[in-house]
Nanobody, 121 residues
Framework: QVQLVESGGGLVQAGGSLRLSCAAS????????MGWYRQAPGKQRELVAT???????NYADSVKGRFTISRDNAKKMVALQMNSLKPEDTAVYYC???????????????WGQGTQVTVSS
């Protein structure tokens, strides 16, 4: 069974920092794009940042210059360093990864269970 397990959420004051981590476990041959999404109450889930296996990154405009995504391919981990946090960053953050169980399998999209990030003003 393939799982994505997130850690690192919590409560922080505006202007503070948090670091989210996500580890993929189970029978995984390869990971492709990994990323972070978030969903605030009453809103749709939105992209925060993605990173390819080669290290190319993509960020939502709202987090550019404040958040940094990184990954460790060998450990099948992705992290999100969040600095200068704002109250509007409050949301449940979800880890996302495209994985292959075997070389001949198709890519599958997996999601973590989510971790709460709350930024107080």
């Amino acid at each position: 069974q393939v799982q994505l397990v997130e850690s690192g959420g919590g409560l922080v004051q505006a202007g503070g920092s948090l670091r989210l981590s996500c580890a993929a476990s189970g029978s995984i041959f390869s990971t492709n794009v990994m990323g972070w999404y978030r969903q605030a109450p009453g809103k749709q889930r939105e992209l925060v940042a993605t990173i390819t296996s080669g290290g190319s990154t993509n960020y939502a405009d709202s987090v550019k210059g404040r958040f940094t995504i990184s990954r460790d391919n060998a450990k099948k981990m992705v992290a999100l360093q969040m600095n200068s946090l704002k109250p509007e960053d409050t949301a449940v953050y979800y880890c996302n990864a495209e994985i292959k169980r075997r070389p001949w399998n198709s890519w599958e999209t997996k999601w973590g269970q989510g971790t709460q990030v709350t930024v107080s003003s």
